[in-house]
């Protein structure tokens, strides 16, 4: 598609937000976009992929709000060259994409990789770096092999050895040309998504599995630094949580209590163990008999020294004590006034500052992208086809502001990755929820710049 003329920056530019120039940010600050191999490729049965947890959790009635799947999605992986013009075109310096381990390891361990699915990705590479764009490869965006979940998916150890030889395939194979790679992306969905709040693939409702699920994810990670440092001279490497801030309902000793123990679920067991601490020994008492089950080694394997941290962050939280609900005792409630997204997800660029000045002092992270952040809301073509998505360029706008904040205030912030290029297969929630910066039309595949991604571009091109 051509792209139409970059209206000019201020036009775009919420009437409150004060000035945001390209250059008021570090001259080597990484901008780029990010995108998931199963919201956006389709082509779910060609050339030798496997079928992974999201194809069959999408034939459960029910399970997608559209009835709907990713077995064509964006069609992305036909139309690749096309939506990478789209991305240098938008003056991006970094991709961000995943890759389909169904694609790769279709048999399974100790088999031959599938040589199509390598070649795709391979392909896809090249043509990034054809375009000026640095590929960000993130190795797990939740399809799992079905073939793997026969026996217990995530909740088994043995996950652990596969997804340690498909990152041993993958960097051998790309690793000449890849110099980023994220291992998981979120892996509090992975886990409690997908295995205690059921929501997700595989389905699951059950706290031991997803405890146990969520050591093998924070496992693996750890092997997979180890692989990628011995097959990648020079690789920068991180893993992308999905993190909130998060504040207490009321003054109450027991509202603070339960924002203390959903904060140590939601974020302090995954930081903690990764920075070294072990799991938080307040939500790890209160696993009791269903806590991880570990091996000696484990913990440190986990806290393999990383380059980078990822945040994808969406949204803060605002706890209540609340007995009845889930294994922490904690509910999030509405905070009073604040505004949304169509999601239902609050909007609170300061609590993104909030969440990195915590990084930093709490954990010390050195270096920080933010590997996700983004909007859903409604889009409405207009008869001449233009998409004035402007709550979505004022979210990106006020966000970027907060990130340029941080920076002032001396926060190791080194990129940005948008959420997302294009409108794609919005899990659980079918095509019903736009984030692209890209309009899809899904009948006719047709993409369109919306308002929100020529802001970026005329931010980025200046
Ligand atoms: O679409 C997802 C993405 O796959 C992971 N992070 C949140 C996004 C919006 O829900």
Redesign the pocket.
């Given at each position: 598609m051509s792209l139409a003329p970059a209206p000019a920056t201020a036009s775009l530019l919420a009437a409150n937000v004060p000035a945001l120039r390209r250059r008021d940010f570090p001259a080597d600050f990484r901008w780029g976009c990010s995108t998931?191999a199963y919201?956006i490729e389709g082509a779910a049965t060609l050339d030798g992929r496997a079928e992974s947890i999201w194809d069959r959790f999408c034939t459960v009635r029910g399970n997608i709000r559209d009835g709907s799947s990713g077995a064509v999605a964006c069609d992305h992986y036909h139309r690749w060259p096309e939506d990478l013009d789209l991305a240098a075109q938008l003056g991006i310096g970094a991709y961000r994409f995943s890759i389909a381990w169904p694609r790769i390891l279709a048999d399974g361990a100790g088999k031959p990789p599938n040589a199509k699915g390598l070649d795709f990705y391979s392909r896809l590479i090249d043509g990034m770096l054809a375009r000026g764009l640095e590929p960000w490869a993130t190795l797990y965006?939740?399809d799992l092999p079905q073939r793997l979940q026969e026996r217990g998916g995530w909740s088994h150890r043995d996950t652990v050895d596969e997804f340690a030889e498909f990152t041993d395939v993958l960097s051998r194979r790309l690793g000449d040309r890849v110099r980023r790679w994220i291992t998981h992306?979120?892996p509090w969905?992975s886990a409690f998504i997908g295995c205690y709040d059921g929501t997700h693939a595989p389905g699951l409702r059950d706290w031991r599995t997803a405890l146990q699920a969520c050591h093998h994810v924070l496992l693996s990670h750890g092997r997979a630094v180890q692989v990628l440092r011995a097959n990648v001279p020079g690789a920068q490497v991180g893993i992308a949580l999905?993190l909130h801030p998060n504040s207490s309902a009321s003054a109450s000793a027991a509202d603070v209590a339960a924002t203390r123990r959903y904060d140590g679920l939601r974020n302090r067991w995954f930081l903690d163990p990764l920075y070294g601490r072990g799991y938080p020994a307040d939500i790890w008492a209160l696993c009791g008999d269903n806590a991880p089950r570990m091996e000696s080694s484990d913990l440190a394997t986990i806290a393999a020294p990383t380059d980078f941290l990822g945040v994808?962050y969406?949204f803060p939280e605002t706890i209540a004590h609340a007995p009845n609900d889930g294994p922490m005792s904690a509910r999030v409630v509405p905070t009073p006034g604040a505004e949304r997204t169509d999601?239902g997800w609050e909007v609170s660029p300061a609590g993104l500052l909030v969440l990195l000045e915590r990084l930093q002092r709490e954990y010390g992270a050195q270096q920080i992208y933010i590997t996700?952040n983004?909007a859903?809301y409604e889009d409405h073509p207009a008869a001449d086809g233009t998409i004035d998505d402007a709550k979505r360029c004022l979210y990106l706008q006020q966000h970027l502001l907060a990130v340029r904040e941080a920076i002032e205030r001396g926060l190791p912030v080194k990129g940005y990755f948008a959420?997302?290029l294009m409108d794609?297969f919005?899990?659980a929630e079918g095509y019903t929820?736009r984030?692209g910066l890209v309009h899809v039309d899904f009948a006719t595949q047709q993409r369109r710049l919306k308002h929100s991604g020529a802001w970026y571009r005329s931010f980025l091109r200046e």
């Amino acid at each position: 598609m051509s792209l139409a003329p970059a209206p000019a920056t201020a036009s775009l530019l919420a009437a409150n937000v004060p000035a945001l120039r390209r250059r008021d940010f570090p001259a080597d600050f990484r901008w780029g976009c990010s995108t998931s191999a199963y919201q956006i490729e389709g082509a779910a049965t060609l050339d030798g992929r496997a079928e992974s947890i999201w194809d069959r959790f999408c034939t459960v009635r029910g399970n997608i709000r559209d009835g709907s799947s990713g077995a064509v999605a964006c069609d992305h992986y036909h139309r690749w060259p096309e939506d990478l013009d789209l991305a240098a075109q938008l003056g991006i310096g970094a991709y961000r994409f995943s890759i389909a381990w169904p694609r790769i390891l279709a048999d399974g361990a100790g088999k031959p990789p599938n040589a199509k699915g390598l070649d795709f990705y391979s392909r896809l590479i090249d043509g990034m770096l054809a375009r000026g764009l640095e590929p960000w490869a993130t190795l797990y965006h939740w399809d799992l092999p079905q073939r793997l979940q026969e026996r217990g998916g995530w909740s088994h150890r043995d996950t652990v050895d596969e997804f340690a030889e498909f990152t041993d395939v993958l960097s051998r194979r790309l690793g000449d040309r890849v110099r980023r790679w994220i291992t998981h992306n979120e892996p509090w969905c992975s886990a409690f998504i997908g295995c205690y709040d059921g929501t997700h693939a595989p389905g699951l409702r059950d706290w031991r599995t997803a405890l146990q699920a969520c050591h093998h994810v924070l496992l693996s990670h750890g092997r997979a630094v180890q692989v990628l440092r011995a097959n990648v001279p020079g690789a920068q490497v991180g893993i992308a949580l999905s993190l909130h801030p998060n504040s207490s309902a009321s003054a109450s000793a027991a509202d603070v209590a339960a924002t203390r123990r959903y904060d140590g679920l939601r974020n302090r067991w995954f930081l903690d163990p990764l920075y070294g601490r072990g799991y938080p020994a307040d939500i790890w008492a209160l696993c009791g008999d269903n806590a991880p089950r570990m091996e000696s080694s484990d913990l440190a394997t986990i806290a393999a020294p990383t380059d980078f941290l990822g945040v994808n962050y969406y949204f803060p939280e605002t706890i209540a004590h609340a007995p009845n609900d889930g294994p922490m005792s904690a509910r999030v409630v509405p905070t009073p006034g604040a505004e949304r997204t169509d999601l239902g997800w609050e909007v609170s660029p300061a609590g993104l500052l909030v969440l990195l000045e915590r990084l930093q002092r709490e954990y010390g992270a050195q270096q920080i992208y933010i590997t996700e952040n983004g909007a859903s809301y409604e889009d409405h073509p207009a008869a001449d086809g233009t998409i004035d998505d402007a709550k979505r360029c004022l979210y990106l706008q006020q966000h970027l502001l907060a990130v340029r904040e941080a920076i002032e205030r001396g926060l190791p912030v080194k990129g940005y990755f948008a959420w997302t290029l294009m409108d794609n297969f919005e899990w659980a929630e079918g095509y019903t929820r736009r984030f692209g910066l890209v309009h899809v039309d899904f009948a006719t595949q047709q993409r369109r710049l919306k308002h929100s991604g020529a802001w970026y571009r005329s931010f980025l091109r200046e």
